[in-house]
């Protein structure tokens, strides 16, 4: 069951600028891989956001042809 957790970040270039409408793809930790959930397109300032379960994830972006960027693992955690 999805609640209150979301993960959320901004996807920028080099010099920080946002690089917008680019697919987002949100990934679960399943044993030793990650496992593909969603996917979303970056807003028109780069931003995106997912409503998540209890888990380990990270979000991964890519620009075709060839470059794609991995942000860091976060963990949502359940309510105590």
Do not use: M, N, Q
């Not at 399943?30 to 979303?40: C, D, N, Y």
């Not at 409503?51 to 693992?73: D, E, I, K, Q």
Request: aromatic share 8%.
């Amino acid at each position: 069951r999805r609640g209150g957790r979301v993960v959320a970040g901004f996807v920028l270039d080099f010099l920080g600028h946002p690089v917008v409408r680019v697919p987002v793809t949100l990934e679960r930790r399943a044993g030793r891989g990650w496992r593909r959930l969603a996917t979303v397109r970056s807003s028109r300032i780069g931003g995106y956001s997912f409503r998540v379960a209890p888990g380990t994830y990270r979000a991964r972006a890519t620009l075709p042809p060839r470059f794609s960027a991995t942000s860091a693992t976060v963990r949502a955690r359940a309510p105590r």
